[in-house]
């Protein structure tokens, strides 16, 4: 089991998740399939730095605000 196991859901959600689906453009060649952080993070209302020490296991404690602006986007 991953010590990190909110980061984990959040990049493969993140990860599952196209453009398309949020109503965002494709845009040019994406390294990683998905949403980018920058687009998740917009999306949620929060910021990219926040999402990624969210996903890198740096912050574990999310609010339960966040967590929901986490899920709806």
Known sequence: MSDN???LF???RR???T???VG???GPRRRTPGLRRS???TLA???VEYLTRL???RDRHPSPPVLSALAEA
């Open 24 to 26: 965002l453009p494709s």
């Open 45 to 47: 209302g929060v910021s």
């Open 55 to 57: 996903e890198q296991g």
């Open 15 to 17: 990860e599952a998740v």
């Open 5 to 7: 196991e909110l980061g």
């Open 19 to 21: 453009p398309a689906e």
């Open 10 to 12: 959040l990049r493969t």
């Open 39 to 41: 687009e998740l993070a």
